[in-house]
C-alpha cells in the first residue's frame, strides 16, 4: 500500500511564500493524476491543483492562479506545490492526493499552512 507523506507547512506573513512536498513511499500503478486539495476550518475540501500524467496538462482554482506553482519529481515519487504570495485566506489544511486508473485515490494526511495578517 503507497503511503502520501506531506510537509512544508507551517507558518508565514501575508506576501510570504511555502513550498509544500508530497512523497510516495513507492511507485503508483497507472497513475492519472496528482494534485493537491486544501481544507479551511468549517469550509469542504477544494482542489487547488492537479496535474495529468496523460499529456501533462496543469490546472489551477482561480484563487490560486498565477501564486501557486505545482510540480513533480518522478524519480523521487514527489509532487511540489510551490506557494507565492500567501493570503490570509489560503490558511488551510493542505492535502496531497495521486489517483490510479487501477486503484483509486491516495491522500496524505494533511499538512498547515497558516497564513497572518
Known amino acids: 500500500q503507497v503511503q502520501l507523506v506531506e510537509s512544508g507547512g507551517g507558518l508565514v506573513q501575508a506576501g510570504g511564500s511555502l513550498r509544500l512536498s508530497c512523497a510516495a513511499s513507492?511507485?503508483?500503478?497507472?497513475?492519472?493524476?496528482m494534485g493537491w486539495y486544501r481544507q479551511a476550518p468549517g469550509k469542504q475540501r477544494e482542489l487547488v491543483t492537479t496535474?495529468?500524467?496523460?499529456?501533462?496538462?496543469?490546472n489551477y482554482a482561480d484563487s490560486v492562479k498565477g501564486r501557486f506553482t505545482s510540480s513533480r519529481d518522478d524519480a523521487k515519487n514527489t509532487l511540489y506545490l510551490q506557494m507565492n504570495s500567501l493570503k490570509p485566506e489560503d490558511t488551510a489544511v493542505y492535502y496531497c492526493?495521486?489517483?490510479?486508473?487501477?486503484?483509486?485515490?491516495?491522500w496524505g494526511q494533511g499538512t498547515q499552512v497558516t497564513v497572518s495578517s
Open positions: 496535474i495529468f500524467t496523460s499529456g501533462g496538462s496543469t
Open positions: 513507492g511507485r503508483i500503478f497507472r497513475l492519472k493524476s
Open positions: 492526493n495521486m489517483a490510479s486508473w487501477a486503484f483509486g485515490s491516495y
